[in-house]
């Protein structure tokens, strides 16, 4: 073998092998070879050094790996350009015994014929300095996820985690969800008029304009809209005056995680999963970058789509400039990786995807769009305020041609003509009215924003936003969901010949849609935290971290320095707040004393989530427990809504003997009727179903059983299950062949015990320790 290539990932290598002739044989690594050992620190708390191992189903890849770097003339090492390319590259050399200086680091921003080749023509070693910056994220992470997670447990409830990064993502959900809790809404009238004029061919023409003014109450409203009814309008001023807008630049890591939130309704991982399977088939450059750079062979090839299909006006070239010090992750934008290729071959969600990227791409290259704007100034007879008309007349596309990032203020005006106004024009009244209306309370943040926010604060990178954003929702801190809205109810005030007419609306404020909302868990954690170790969740120190590490990856610091020093610091906090006792559970909150019984009766964080206690742990009865239901906060529930809770579980009724009963466990309400469970629906209250009702959510679950059971054979019983037929004994599943299940009527008793048979005498794989 001439040449052995390894690469991290089995799409990247089979695409590269379509590059590479008969010369190259190429591998892939899947992922990192090695690394920290799971359940456990790893790391040596005397030298801070991290302790990597093979994970077990990594051992047969190594031997194949190592087998075949010893026959290779040359070994290539061609994970991705970032710092965890880098770090693959590293472990690779280690485990495979190769010499690190004697072996060719190649990397290319994209997968094609050219750039791979042009790779490997200009080869280097592997980089150190960007290894030791991965490594120090990796061992400082685990030093405070290990450290931190301990505390967690005996304070608040087992199984919590804490992270450098994810504690302080949670922070900015829980900062603004107080936020909107502190939040007084406030009304306001705006005042809306519809003027019209003769234009000079004789047609009547409506001019829509808005009160410069807004009033705070309805008096006020009142009383300048019975002004207006005698009123002259006359145009005091026109200004007309030349608008022009800029493309966005392309796209890097978190502008296109925003754009494919806001256009494409992706979550940010599963943008991440798609392009980072766009990348690997060729179609687009890599994917986890913080640059705006683009290549001077993309800026020729949008140059001649540009100017061959929308012609040469249309086209003008641009640099791109990234503000970030310190970009890490890749030095080019995201962008295709050939520009006369404005479609792919893939599956519908790679080509919206890969159509986003393009498009926004050719238009980083295209001329500005140029407006004129004509405002008008409108005065009223007897008042200082004024009436203001806008509109927009388009004079070129440019950009906007083939794609456009609108505000909502420049989407409401797009296309907003006036007639032509002059100094002096008298206008006659049509309609002015008074609308009341709510100030607007802070916005959740989507995965999107949140991106955005972290990227404004310098928090986490390119490669860390994902992860980040899926692991606070894994462990239950976060909550991914929708916002119903608030019904209010808002007047309308409006001029009329016979006088002001007042009327109501009913209205809806503030529906939020993909929003992330904290968790009771998520708040306490957080707070709990935010108290015992500011330093760790303050986002300077977050920020500070990341330029920390960007100076190691650029060989100005020591990362064992960086990493000694933290610990020293660190550990003694840990240590203090460990051992610090408190009389009530962290998050523990006690409404009251239940008056029949004398039991204190409080909130806490259980094993499960939020529940109510009734009674102490040191009362001689052990005390009573219930889940909190949808839509409760242990910030905000009240003694009495407690008290309710322990209500259940609740006994609607017998049937045939039985008793027929209603409770709530973490997994949610339910009913309880001869030792089955069935789910209550969410528009069922748990505390006001009727047995008639639990007894038809039996009944509808019974019947669903049976069609599921498709045959009895003695004490197996043949299952139709959500993945396709199975068959049971005494409560054990066995599965079946494809050839058996194709046609689970004509399966048999022998067939199945001898399937039990060999299931019983299959070995049992068991986890290293």
């Given at each position: 073998m001439k040449n052995l290539v390894i690469v991290e990932s089995p799409a990247k290598a089979q695409t590269l092998g379509r590059f590479l002739g008969d010369d190259y044989t190429v591998m892939s690594s899947h992922g990192h070879i090695r690394d920290l050992k799971p359940r456990s620190f790893s790391i040596n708390t005397t030298t801070l050094m991290p302790e990597y191992i093979v994970p077990d189903d990594k051992l047969s890849l190594v031997r194949s790996l190592r087998d075949a770097a010893k026959k290779a003339d040359k070994v290539w090492l061609a994970s991705d350009e970032d710092r965890e390319g880098e770090a693959i590259s590293w472990h690779l050399t280690?485990?495979?015994?190769?010499?690190?200086?004697?072996?060719?680091?190649?990397?290319?921003?994209?997968?094609?014929?050219?750039?791979?080749?042009?790779?490997?023509?200009?080869?280097?070693?592997?980089?150190?300095?960007?290894?030791?910056?991965?490594?120090?994220?990796?061992?400082?992470?685990?030093?405070?996820?290990?450290?931190?997670?301990?505390?967690?447990?005996?304070?608040?409830?087992?199984?919590?985690?804490?992270?450098?990064?994810?504690?302080?993502?949670?922070?900015?959900?829980?900062e603004r969800e107080r936020e909107i809790e502190s939040f007084k809404?406030?009304?306001?009238?705006?005042?809306?008029?519809?003027?019209?004029?003769?234009?000079?061919?004789?047609?009547?023409?409506?001019?829509?304009?808005?009160?410069?003014?807004?009033?705070?109450?309805?008096?006020?409203?009142?009383?300048?809209?019975?002004?207006?009814?005698?009123?002259?309008?006359?145009?005091?001023?026109?200004?007309?005056?030349?608008?022009?807008?800029?493309?966005?630049?392309?796209?890097?890591?978190?502008?296109?995680?925003?754009?494919?939130?806001?256009?494409?309704?992706?979550?940010v991982s599963q943008t991440m999963r798609i392009a980072q399977g766009l990348y690997e088939k060729g179609f687009i450059t890599y994917m986890r970058t913080d640059s705006l750079n683009l290549s001077s062979l993309c800026l020729a090839g949008a140059k001649t789509v540009v100017t061959e299909q929308m012609g040469?006006?249309?086209?003008?070239?641009?640099?791109?400039?990234?503000?970030?010090?310190?970009?890490?992750?890749?030095?080019?934008?995201?962008r295709p990786t050939h520009m006369d290729q404005p479609d792919i071959d893939g599956n519908p969600q790679e080509k919206r995807l890969y159509r986003l990227i393009y498009l926004r791409t050719l238009a980083s290259q295209m001329a500005d769009a140029k407006f004129e704007k004509t405002t008008a100034t409108i005065g009223i007879s007897g008042r200082e305020e004024k009436f203001v008309a806008t509109g927009e007349r388009l004079l070129f596309d440019g950009f906007t041609r083939v794609y456009h990032e609108q505000t909502e203020e420049e989407a409401q005006q797009s296309g907003v003509l006036l007639p032509a106004l002059k100094q002096g024009d008298s206008l006659r009244k049509k309609k002015i009215r008074a609308i009341e209306k709510l100030s607007p309370r802070p916005q959740r943040y989507s995965e999107a924003t949140l991106v955005k926010k972290m990227e404004e604060l310098g928090i986490g990178r390119p490669s860390t936003y994902a992860p980040?954003?899926?692991?606070?929702?894994?462990?239950?801190?976060?909550?991914?969901?929708?916002?119903?809205?608030?019904?209010?109810?808002?007047?309308?005030?409006?001029?009329?010949?016979?006088?002001?007419?007042?009327?109501?609306?009913?209205?809806?404020?503030?529906?939020?849609k993909g929003k992330l909302?904290?968790?009771?868990?998520?708040?306490?954690?957080?707070?709990?935290?935010?108290?015992?170790?500011?330093?760790?969740?303050?986002?300077?120190?977050?920020?500070?971290?990341?330029?920390?590490?960007?100076?190691?990856?650029?060989g100005q610091k020591d990362w064992n320095a960086l990493v000694r020093t933290f610990y020293n610091e660190f550990t003694p906090q840990v240590?203090?707040?460990?051992?610090?006792?408190?009389?009530?559970?962290?998050?523990?909150?006690?409404?009251?004393?239940?008056?029949?019984?004398?039991?204190?009766?409080?909130?806490?964080?259980?094993?499960y989530g939020p529940v109510a206690q009734l009674g102490l742990a040191s009362d001689d009865e052990k005390p009573r427990f219930a889940q909190l239901r949808d839509g409760m906060s242990i910030d905000t529930i009240t003694f009495e809504q407690a008290?309710?809770?322990?209500?259940?579980?609740?006994?609607?009724?017998?049937?045939?003997?039985?008793?027929?009963?209603?409770?709530?466990?973490?997994?949610?309400?339910y009913v309880s009727y001869n030792r089955q469970n069935v789910s209550i629906p969410d528009d069922i209250d748990v505390m006001k179903i009727t047995l008639d009702q639990a007894m038809s959510l039996i009944d509808q679950k019974a019947e669903s059983?049976?069609?599921?059971?498709?045959?009895?054979?003695?004490?197996?019983?043949?299952?139709?299950?959500?993945?396709g037929p199975y068959f049971s004994c005494k409560g054990k599943n066995y599965r079946l062949p494809k050839q058996l299940a194709a046609n689970p009527d004509a399966i048999t008793e022998e067939q199945c015990r001898e399937l039990m048979e060999k299931a019983a005498k299959a070995p049992v794989h068991r986890k290293r320790k």
């Open positions: 280690e485990v495979l015994g190769l010499d690190i200086e004697n072996t060719n680091r190649i990397v290319f921003h994209e997968i094609t014929k050219p750039a791979i080749f042009a790779a490997l023509e200009n080869p280097r070693h592997v980089d150190r300095n960007l290894v030791n910056a991965q490594q120090a994220r990796r061992v400082l992470d685990r030093i405070v996820g290990f450290e931190l997670s301990p505390v967690l447990w005996r304070k608040i409830k087992p199984g919590l985690s804490a992270g450098r990064v994810q504690s302080v993502a949670v922070r900015l959900i829980v809404s406030k009304a306001m009238f705006v005042v809306n008029a519809v003027f019209s004029i003769v234009d000079e061919n004789g047609e009547k023409q409506d001019v829509k304009a808005e009160l410069n003014k807004r009033f705070t109450n309805a008096n006020a409203a009142r009383a300048f809209l019975e002004s207006c009814a005698n009123a002259e309008f006359r145009v005091e001023d026109v200004e007309k005056k030349p608008v022009k807008r800029s493309p966005a630049p392309p796209f890097m890591t978190s502008t296109m995680q925003q754009e494919a939130s806001r256009r494409l309704g992706y979550s040469k006006e249309y086209s003008k070239p641009r640099n791109f400039h990234t503000n970030t010090k310190g970009a890490q992750e890749a030095h080019e934008a995201i980040t954003i899926s692991t606070i929702q894994q462990r239950g801190y976060v909550e991914r969901g929708n916002k119903e809205g608030i019904k209010h109810t808002y007047t309308i005030l409006e001029l009329q010949t016979s006088g002001i007419k007042e009327s109501t609306k009913e209205g809806v404020a503030d529906v939020e909302f904290p968790t009771d868990t998520g708040k306490i954690v957080n707070d709990f935290l935010a108290l015992t170790f500011p330093t760790i969740m303050d986002y300077d120190f977050t920020a500070h971290v990341e330029k920390e590490f960007d100076a190691i990856a650029e240590e203090e707040v460990a051992e610090h006792q408190t009389e009530l559970r962290v998050g523990e909150r006690q409404l009251g004393v239940d008056p029949k019984t004398g039991k204190m009766v409080s909130v806490k964080i259980g094993r008290m309710e809770l322990f209500k259940l579980p609740r006994v609607l009724g017998v049937v045939d003997d039985r008793e027929v009963i209603v409770n709530v466990s973490h997994y949610g309400p059983e049976k069609q599921r059971l498709l045959r009895t054979i003695g004490d197996i019983e043949i299952i139709n299950g959500r993945y």
